[in-house]
């Protein structure tokens, strides 16, 4: 890539316009692309909330922390020590089969 203050082929400088910063800077890393699918209430919210040319990123930092293994076991930690949530799964494992698979209404 050339820098504006160096010159191009000729001794010519190369204008400004012509520099070109990677995509991605923020994690100085190569992007893939990934299809998703999910349902249209959060595809509108996305849209909506974090704007169209943004949800990549915003996908991408709600990932990161789930792949970190140190944030990984505090988060997997945590809930352990939820109750709420222990409380909730507690009442899941105590509905019959036939209860638990019912579509809510």
Same mark, same amino acid.
């Given at each position: 890539?050339?820098?504006?203050?160096?010159?191009?082929?000729? %001794?010519?400088?190369?204008?400004?316009?012509?520099?070109?910063?990677?995509?991605?800077?923020?994690?100085?890393?190569?992007?893939?692309?990934?299809?998703?699918?999910?349902?249209?209430?959060?595809?509108? %919210?996305?849209?909506?909330?974090? %704007?169209?040319?943004?949800?990549?990123?915003?996908?991408?930092?709600?990932?990161?922390?789930?792949?970190?293994?140190?944030?990984?076991?505090?988060?997997?930690?945590?809930?352990?020590?939820?109750?709420?949530?222990?409380?909730?799964?507690?009442?899941?494992?105590?509905?019959?089969?036939?209860?638990?698979?019912?579509?809510?209404?």
């Amino acid at each position: 890539m050339t820098e504006p203050s160096q010159s191009i082929k000729g %001794g010519a400088s190369a204008p400004p316009f012509l520099f070109v910063r990677p995509a991605n800077t923020y994690y100085n890393t190569c992007m893939r692309k990934l299809t998703i699918t999910v349902s249209d209430e959060v595809y509108e %919210g996305l849209h909506r909330r974090i %704007g169209a040319r943004r949800i990549s990123s915003f996908l991408d930092r709600l990932a990161r922390p789930y792949l970190d293994d140190e944030a990984a076991e505090a988060l997997y930690r945590a809930a352990q020590d939820d109750q709420d949530r222990i409380e909730t799964l507690a009442d899941w494992d105590d509905l019959p089969a036939e209860e638990a698979l019912e579509e809510p209404s």
